[in-house]
């Protein structure tokens, strides 16, 4: 049982540490680290100017960047800063003058130009980009009390042409919102007495503070719009429309996202005059699900967030989106009007309008409140006629969710939320740290809450690496709630378990379920028995890109390479694939379970210490045995994109690009290879966590550590049996295992030495000589 004050005081106390680390880390890294080496961390950009600025809906103003022409060049990707940059929409930077301006001259200086061109140097641009490629970045800038500086400031470096640099930021509101989020959680009585808002009953089950009843009105059946699904799912679906409180523990592969489209299409049957608040902890998570219920609803689906951080094709069920079309020229006139100003504020600095600017700032200024008032308005009237709105756990208590929607409500409920949703859903709960999942909670105060995840998988990332602050913020709300209802999610009346999977074989599947899900997980009959020959079987047609009648090449051997000229034409043509002549018992094809393995000293690990995070491992030995079992998947048949490969160390990855890419390590890492290893550019190379919630026909697991020559073996990442699970798990018929098996019996594990006896005794076990 908890105590409502008592955790506030714990996760706000936990919150400064983290927030503390989080810039700590950001401040170190910008002071101390080169910037060549950010750059080549993918965490800054160099040598941009700015294009253009023009004004977006809602007076936002976006910066056009581009590559400084006097540097890059015009078409001249080797100098081009933006050339295969890591920067994409949504995230968060700062852009400031490379090199930095003399601010400190300025400051001191008792010219009132010098002042005032002080006061704009040291405003900080800040925003999110909304869009990024090889040719230009946009980013939108925040909104800020100090707006007209940062606006004078953004136009100045435009006219004076400076040269600039981006760098990828830590984002302080969030922080803010769990924290006010927080103190309104302390403030409710549970126990009746008036010193507080009341916790309404989803609190006090969250808190432990009142037991649950299993509810008596579970419907015994459903008319399912998606007919496919399986009794488990079907039963989550129905006990969470009528239970206060429930949980979908959904493991790798068993539809958890197909379930909770079904719920929310139920729930609009059943409660046709009741809203849904759906969230996720990122982005993509929750994109996914506009995605899948974009066909069942139209108007009355709603996306709230930014619209630079969501996927492209559901950007029409954004507010944005929407109030626009809604509003139509209702506000063109004070937009226009704006720009107008706008134009005259920037001219060239005669005495006459350098006298008016601040009159004309000031106009500007108020004609943007008379668009942000009938903006709102327009963005209460989309919402109330909305029955699904989707945002994210930090969007979820922005201004258009909560105090732009309470005077729609009248006053607020009596357990002080908005009122505006009967059910709060919160997706991939298990990924999200604790306070942004009491966001939805407090905020909004709803009757009914189902939270979906899997506590088995990757926790919240976090800056802290120990203590007991990183413990508290490092377990999810899913750990919390089982720990609170006695230790195990499988006695707990409203956890509803998902047991079949459709993304394994049964093979695959078998060591995940024993280990982590009491044996309770089955493999779907459509993919208990499928293997790599079954892929290429799969293998019908494909569109295949032609030039001049013979198939693109892709060799490192430059005589070899066939290349498209300007004028060559090119054709997109359908064809059947004829698999290739290949022996299907093959161990390539057939086996499903292989472990290389290197012990006995062939294959050592090694620290990288040159870039970012030194200290982080790799082992060139098993690059080149993942790159060879590579190349002879792809010689039978197998299509690059089927392909992922895992590693838990960046610097592994980082290396394992190199060499499956660009066929050598030789340029950037000083390593012996051959020249005309043939290269892979689409197979999927990526941490751990690059891979939580995705999956690919093969997955190649290259595990890096191998310390054969220390006592008691060191293991690393590898300890998490979070991250294992997510390793093993991302495959569908073929699962490969690079690594050392000692080191691993070694470790003191004990998870990892039952996962080596599991498969001594059930893989293809293929030892490097």
């Not at 004309?360 to 963005?379: A, P, Q």
């Not at 989707?390 to 969007?395: D, F, K, N, P, Q």
């Not at 009346?493 to 280990?515: A, G, T």
């Not at 191998?706 to 060191?714: H, L, M, Q, V």
Request: with cysteine; proline share 4%.
């Amino acid at each position: 049982m908890a105590d409502n004050k008592t955790l506030s005081s714990k996760f706000i106390e936990a919150l400064s540490a983290e927030k503390k680390e989080d810039y700590e880390q950001t401040h170190q890294l910008l002071s101390t680290t080169p910037p060549k080496v950010l750059t080549q961390n993918g965490l800054a950009i160099l040598n941009l100017v700015i294009e253009n600025i023009r004004t977006s809906l809602g007076g936002k103003i976006i910066l056009e960047l581009v590559p400084d022409p006097s540097i890059s060049g015009k078409g001249d990707n080797i100098n081009n800063p933006l050339a295969n940059n890591d920067f994409k929409s949504g995230d968060i930077v700062k852009l400031d003058p490379y090199p930095p301006s003399n601010l400190k001259k300025l400051q001191n200086s008792s010219n009132e130009k010098d002042q005032w061109e002080s006061i704009e140097n040291s405003t900080t641009i800040e925003g999110v980009v909304t869009s990024s490629n090889n040719m230009r970045i946009n980013i939108v800038l925040a909104n800020s009390d100090t707006q007209e500086y940062i606006n004078e400031r953004a136009w100045k470096l435009q006219t004076s042409n400076t040269r600039l640099w981006l760098v990828k930021v830590s984002n302080e509101a969030t922080y803010r919102r769990m924290e006010s989020t927080l103190r309104k959680l302390s403030e409710y009585s549970l126990d009746g007495i008036a010193d507080g808002m009341y916790a309404p009953d989803i609190v006090q089950y969250l808190l432990g503070r009142i037991s649950y009843s299993v509810p008596t009105d579970i419907p015994a059946s459903l008319e399912l719009v998606n007919k496919g699904l399986n009794k488990s799912q079907v039963d989550a679906i129905a006990f969470s429309l009528v239970s206060q409180i429930s949980i979908i523990h959904g493991p790798p592969g068993t539809g958890k996202t197909s379930t909770l489209v079904e719920y929310v299409l139920q729930h609009l049957q059943m409660y046709p005059n009741k809203r849904i608040l759906i969230t996720a902890p990122s982005n993509i998570a929750v994109d996914t699900i506009v995605e899948r219920l974009s066909p069942h609803l139209s108007t009355k689906l709603i996306r709230v967030g930014h619209p630079a951080r969501m996927l492209s094709d559901i950007r029409k069920h954004s507010l944005d989106y929407v109030v626009e079309l809604t509003t139509g020229e209702e506000l063109t006139g004070i937009e226009k009007d704006i720009a107008k100003l706008e134009i005259e504020v920037r001219k060239p600095r005669t005495s006459k309008v350098y006298i008016d600017r601040k009159s004309m700032w000031s106009e500007i200024k108020d004609l943007k409140r008379e668009f942000r008032i009938r903006s709102k308005k327009s963005v209460r009237e989309v919402l109330i006629g909305s029955k699904v709105v989707v945002s994210t756990l930090h969007g979820s208590g922005s201004w258009e969710l909560t105090s732009n929607i309470y005077g729609f409500v009248g006053e607020k409920t009596p357990q002080g939320g908005t009122g505006f949703f009967d059910t709060v859903i919160i997706d991939e709960v298990s990924q999200a740290m604790e306070p942004s999942c009491w966001i939805p909670i407090v905020n909004h105060a709803p009757s009914r809450l189902v939270l979906a995840g899997d506590n088995k998988q990757l926790p919240p990332t976090i800056h802290l690496t120990d203590g007991k602050d990183f413990r508290v913020l490092s377990n999810s709300l899913f750990d919390r709630i089982v720990k609170v209802y006695g230790g195990d999610e499988f006695k707990i009346p409203f956890v509803k378990f998902l047991n079949i999977q459709y993304r394994m074989c049964e093979k695959c599947m078998v060591f995940p379920s024993w280990e982590w899900y009491h044996g309770e997980l089955k493999a779907a009959d459509s993919v208990k028995d499928k293997k790599v020959v079954d892929l290429l079987r799969e293998y019908t047609a494909e569109p295949k890109e032609i030039v001049k009648g013979k198939p693109k090449g892709r060799t490192k051997d430059k005589s070899k390479r066939i290349r498209k000229s300007n004028k060559a034409s090119v054709e997109l043509v359908t064809k059947k694939i004829e698999v290739l002549e290949v022996d299907e018992a093959d161990p390539d094809l057939i086996e499903q379970y292989i472990w290389y393995d290197t012990q006995g000293g062939t294959c050592s690990e090694s620290i990288d210490d040159s870039t970012i995070g030194s200290g982080s491992k790799y082992n060139i030995g098993e690059c080149y045995i993942v790159q060879e079992h590579i190349k002879k998947l792809i010689r039978l048949g197998v299509r690059e994109r089927d392909i992922g490969v895992i590693a838990p160390y960046s610097a592994q990855v980082s290396r394992l690009r190199s060499l499956i890419r660009n066929g050598s390590l030789e340029d950037e890492y000083g390593e012996d290879a051959e020249d005309g290893h043939d290269v892979y550019p689409d197979v999927e190379i990526s941490t751990v966590d690059g891979f939580q919630g995705r999956e690919k026909e093969i997955i190649i697991l290259s595990l890096v550590r191998s310390n054969f020559e220390i006592n008691k073996a060191e293991v690393g990442f590898l300890s998490d049996f979070r991250r294992l699970n997510v390793s093993i798990t991302r495959c569908k018929k073929q699962l490969v295992i690079v690594g050392d098996m000692e080191t691993m019996e070694r470790c003191g594990v004990q998870m990892l030495q039952d996962w080596c006896e599991w498969c001594t005794e059930h893989a293809d076990i293929r030892y490097i000589e």
